[in-house]
């Protein structure tokens, strides 16, 4: 029988894996935010290369498919031989993408450097990062995971000004070189604060409320029905926003504002997406995690859908603001209900899958976004059609069930969500 940690081994732990939290922050602004800066280098690049937009931004559906899929397997391998060596090989190979990248003569290799090579360089922070998070605190768990996710808030802030600013600066080339030397710089360092979560955290009351009576193997989990709706509704989340998110600077630019006040555009509504996730995370503490991931969605759908309405700068301003708290905000629940019903020694497999799915729903939007700028010169179908998707994911995640049934404990989300 395990027991109980002492005051002074509590703080210990508790202290550390706020270090923890931190690291994942940062591993997760610099892995997506280098990833998603091809919104800021998209016009840059299709002008000089002359490559068209749809060709440039292929290699963001690349991105989000191979980390689709690279994230199921740095997630069952951060479950088998720790997250640190996980994370080490996915910030040698984020650098190594970028800088390859930013050499590219053809289309086809720069898609295979961005778009492959730092697809599963992303997919190895974000589940990882988040099971550990969630393992290393047991009270504020909601606040840790929304934290470390906060990392994809800052990046806009962060890594697309910087981005901005080489490329007027210099050239896209040279930016790109940039970036990737800096994130090495600042990943590999980082890896070596990662230690394995303590055990022990169930023997408290309040985590013995946050666990699922079943323990499953990931073989079982990845059955049931609460995993494949989970799934659903975090593809259709990703599916709705990722256009609007990807093509936000373009769209900007089309309206009429200039390259560096577009960007931001942008880098407002990734700073609300920071604030949305520690206050919808705080909320999913206090309220539970179905009501608040269910009205965050809603208004998603809601602000995709006003963008048909948007084209001055102010409106753009309040609209990302307002976006950026309601896609921001959803992921720190979807990541609450998974630990809940799922349980947390196979966290970073399952919830790896899940990115799976969430990043196929990502890959969607810069495609079809550069394929209807490309058709129509203008974004209205892209804004229509995601607003579409936003509605089917409300429609999926209020599925969720609500309480949980003594005699099938598997079928469960809502003691997750409470």
């Not at 209900?337 to 939007?365: E, P, Q």
Request: aromatic share 12%; net charge positive.
């Amino acid at each position: 029988m395990s027991q109980a940690l002492s005051p002074a081994t509590r703080t210990s732990r508790f202290d550390y894996g706020w270090v923890i939290v931190a690291a994942g922050a940062l591993m997760t602004c610099v892995g997506f935010g280098t990833m998603l800066s091809l919104a800021v280098f998209l016009r840059p690049i299709s002008e000089a290369m002359g490559w068209s937009t749809a060709g440039v931004s292929a290699a963001a559906t690349l991105d989000f498919l191979f980390m689709g899929v690279a994230a199921f397997v740095w997630g069952t391998l951060s479950d088998r031989y720790g997250t640190r060596i996980v994370v080490l090989a996915g910030s040698l190979l984020l650098g190594l993408g970028l800088v390859t990248a930013s050499q590219a003569q053809e289309l086809w290799q720069f898609q295979l450097c961005f778009g492959v090579i730092i697809g599963i360089a992303a997919g190895s922070f974000y589940a990882p990062m988040m099971a550990l998070a969630s393992g290393w605190i047991d009270k504020h768990r909601s606040l840790a995971v929304a934290l470390v996710s906060a990392g994809m808030g800052v990046a806009p802030v962060t890594i697309a000004p910087s981005a901005s600013m080489l490329i007027t600066a210099y050239d896209w080339r040279t930016a790109m070189l940039v970036i990737g030397i800096a994130a090495w710089a600042l990943l590999i360092p980082a890896c070596f604060l990662i230690r394995p979560a303590p055990q022990a955290a169930g023997t408290t009351a309040a985590n013995a409320n946050d666990e699922p009576a079943t323990e499953w193997t990931a073989a079982q989990a990845l059955r049931t029905p609460q995993f494949i709706t989970l799934a659903l509704a975090h593809f259709a989340c990703c599916a709705a926003h990722s256009g609007p998110i990807f093509h936000m600077v373009s769209y900007a630019m089309v309206c009429g504002i200039a390259p560096l006040t577009a960007v931001t555009v942008y880098s407002v509504a990734g700073f609300s997406g920071l604030g949305g996730r520690l206050l919808l995370g705080a909320l999913a503490d206090r309220l539970g995690a179905k009501p608040v991931l269910v009205t965050g969605l809603l208004v998603q759908a809601l602000c995709i859908a006003t963008y048909l309405a948007v084209f001055r700068l102010g409106e753009f301003y309040a609209l990302s603001l307002v976006f950026g708290l309601a896609y921001g905000g959803v992921m720190p629940p979807f990541a609450r209900v998974g630990r809940g019903f799922l349980g947390a020694w196979i966290m970073g497999t399952v919830f790896g899958a899940v990115s799976a799915f969430a990043s196929l729903g990502m890959a969607l939007g810069p495609w079809a976004g550069g394929l209807v700028f490309d058709t129509f010169h203008q974004y209205t179908w892209l804004h229509a059609g995601s607003f579409a998707i936003g509605l089917a994911a409300v429609a999926v995640a209020l599925s969720f069930p609500s309480k949980r049934k003594p005699e099938t404990p598997s079928l469960d989300l809502g003691r997750a969500a409470a």
